[in-house]
């Protein structure tokens, strides 16, 4: 559990072997991916995808080295269930727009050994968190409900505080008005 970067309610460390490498990863449960499109039948769809994120980061500027044939790499990976069209229905992404990077904080290219073995250690930390973690789907989708639910409070705190600022500007307004009448 990594305190101070995610919140431990929704995540945990994993530590998996693969190939003879050993990795310890941080996969949180973060808020479900949301994909609006149009649908001959059902008109205006939005589809919600439980997702993770699996990450060797501590800190957002501190992360454990996973290390291959002598070099340090990172990995910042958010995944998302259910995404038809996706090997193994796992729609896979950078979080953070970090991904898999080496020591020099340089992203690993794609088609290589070496990111195929970060790619499958960070599968093999997701499905050892989902093993472990039964009903992970609905507390994503639940984050995200509560995302949306802080956007609406804060729109509507913000509505207010504008309410506020026009009502006293009436008010000036008015005070003006009985003056010359």
């Known amino acids: 559990m990594v305190k101070g970067w995610t919140d431990p309610d929704f995540s945990r460390e994993v530590t998996v072997t693969v190939d003879k490498v050993t990795a310890t990863f941080t ?6 991916h949301e994909r609006s499109y149009r649908d001959s039948v059902r008109g205006e769809v ?7 994120r699996v990450t060797t980061y501590r800190t957002y500027d501190d992360s454990a ?37 080496n020591d020099n904080d340089v992203m690993v290219e794609y088609q290589t050994a070496t990111r195929k073995q970060l790619q499958a250690l960070a599968t093999a930390a997701r499905d050892a968190f989902i093993a472990e973690q039964p009903g992970w789907e609905r507390r994503s989708l639940l984050r995200l409900i509560n995302d949306k639910v802080r956007r609406e409070l804060s729109e509507i705190s913000d509505l207010h505080r504008r309410i506020a600022q026009h009502e006293a500007r ?10 010359l009448a």
């Open 27 to 32: 996969v949180e449960i973060i808020a479900a």
């Open 46 to 52: 939005t589809d919600a995808y439980p997702s993770l």
């Open 65 to 101: 080295e996973v290390i291959i044939r002598k070099r340090g790499y990172r990995v910042d990976e958010a995944y998302s269930a259910g995404v038809a069209g996706y090997p193994d229905g796992w729609q896979s992404g950078t979080a953070y727009g970090r991904g898999f990077r």
């Open 170 to 179: 009436l008010a000036e307004l008015r005070a003006e008005e009985s003056k």
